[in-house]
């Protein structure tokens, strides 16, 4: 599975942006797959934002992300989009998204449960 993340780029703080994850070359059904974000800020580890999970879509995010950020999928597409609303400064970052072959949930803080991995998209947020 390929994963491709896009649409980062500089963006003026209390701007909004739409990150897009688009797969291809996977050997089942892109809705069969869970998609995840994580970023990585300047000199941090990287961290789970949230998480759509396969078949149902149903979104899955930790607390500290919740009202600002938006998940949603496209499967026609093979797209999951992350809707980023008032960026700030602490959003500037690394966005990845990752892919992981799993029914029925999904996992926001657990990077290591993702077998597939795009290269990232950096989002930079002036003020």
């Known amino acids: 599975v390929q994963l491709q993340a896009s649409g980062g780029g500089l963006v003026q703080a209390g701007g909004s942006l739409r990150l897009s994850c688009a797969a291809s070359?996977?050997?089942?059904?892109?809705?069969?797959?869970?998609i995840g974000w994580f970023r990585q800020a300047p000199g941090k580890v990287r961290e789970g934002i949230a998480c759509?999970?396969?078949?149902?879509?149903?979104?899955y995010n930790d607390n500290s992300w919740k009202g600002r950020f938006t998940l949603s999928r496209d499967n026609a597409k093979n797209t999951v989009y992350l809707q980023i609303n008032g960026v700030k400064s602490e959003d500037t970052g690394v966005y990845y998204c990752?892919?992981?072959?799993?029914?029925?949930?999904?996992?926001?803080?657990?990077?290591?449960?993702?077998?597939?991995w795009g290269h990232g998209t950096q989002v930079t947020v002036s003020s």
């Open positions: 990752a892919a992981d072959k799993v029914a029925g949930f999904c996992w926001v803080l657990a990077s290591e449960k993702y077998d597939y």
């Open positions: 070359g996977y050997s089942f059904g892109f809705d069969e797959y869970a």
């Open positions: 759509i999970s396969a078949g149902d879509g149903k979104v």
